[in-house]
């Protein structure tokens, strides 16, 4: 996983997309597409704890555009993981309310009761899956991203002595680890791992020459080349492609799979495909969502 956090850009460089013009603000102000109707099978399945109130609380790490991030009014939380979790929430008859919270204490706080789903990004892995259920809705990959002309000569698979730039608790973490591991096993320098709260500062030491590069999920780095008006450039390719996805308590009963369902009726209705298109990540559409893929 980008916070243009209380600051809507990286660095000032920045810009932040305008509103489509069918677009609509939830009660915390978070943008999303046109509404669906409610399903009331789906919406007779989440917990009454949750239902209660009519929201669902939201911890995300608005750090990580395209995903999620801060508009330029630095209160809004937009992105396509904001529009189409609006769009999931409306179909289990939920208005959501997301809430900005670190990315690595989301999942222990959806754990405890603080917030009742984490929709930021979260690559589904086995060790997320031993603490929380996953429902899939996206699929991304690893990408490296570097300054434009690339002048530290970063090369992917040999970046030993390279200084890289990542955001804390994500698994490019674990992807750097190991690769500066099998440097110094060949008696090679070790990679620096710069390790960022926000993506946005991940970004903005690449841009600013402190790091040599830096790589996020897939569609964070595209959109990054393209909003710091190309002053950064991809470096390789997508690799370890795996699905995105939403973070729930264990043991909630059908309410996971009720989820799943949304997303299976917005996928049937177009919502899906309407809040991905635009984003400009239509690639990374799924077309069967499922519990803990």
């Known amino acids: 996983m980008l ?21 609509t603000k939830n009660d915390n102000g978070a943008i ?4 669906p109707a409610v399903d009331a099978a789906l919406a007779a399945k989440v917990p009454a704890a949750v239902r209660s109130d009519g929201k669902i609380v939201v911890g995300t790490d608005s750090t990580y555009a395209p995903s999620e991030f801060l508009a330029a009014d630095g209160k809004t939380i937009q992105g396509f993981d904001v529009d189409v979790f609006n769009a999931v929430a409306a179909k289990l008859g939920l208005t959501a309310q997301f ?12 754990g405890s009761g603080k917030y009742e789903i984490g929709v930021s990004s979260f690559t589904v892995n086995a060790e997320r899956k031993k603490t929380v259920d996953m429902v899939g809705y996206f699929q991304a990959g690893t990408q490296w991203g570097t300054k434009a002309g690339n002048p530290a000569k970063v090369d992917i698979d040999n970046a030993c002595g390279k200084k890289i730039a990542v955001q804390k608790a994500t698994v490019q973490v674990d992807d750097l680890t190991a690769r500066s591991k099998k440097c110094t096993t060949a008696g090679r320098p070790k990679i620096t791992i710069d390790q960022y709260q926000g993506q946005d500062e991940a970004t903005a030491a690449v841009v600013s020459g402190k790091d040599d590069a830096m790589l996020a999920d897939s569609p964070v780095v595209a959109y990054a080349v393209k909003q710091t008006g190309e002053s950064l450039e991809l470096l390789g390719e997508i690799y370890d492609s795996a699905p995105y996805g939403y973070v729930l308590k264990k043991n909630q009963g059908e309410f996971a799979q009720a989820v799943a369902d949304a997303l299976k009726a917005i996928i049937a209705d177009g919502s899906y495909a309407a809040a991905l298109k635009k984003w ?14």
């Open 3 to 23: 916070d243009l956090k209380t600051r809507a850009a990286v660095g000032g460089l920045v810009a932040v997309l305008g509103l489509s013009a069918c677009a």
């Open 280 to 293: 400009g990540v239509e690639q990374g559409a799924i077309t069967d969502p499922k519990v803990n893929p």
């Open 99 to 110: 809430v900005t919270a670190p990315f690595d204490n989301i999942i222990p706080s959806v």
């Open 32 to 35: 999303g597409t046109t509404t």
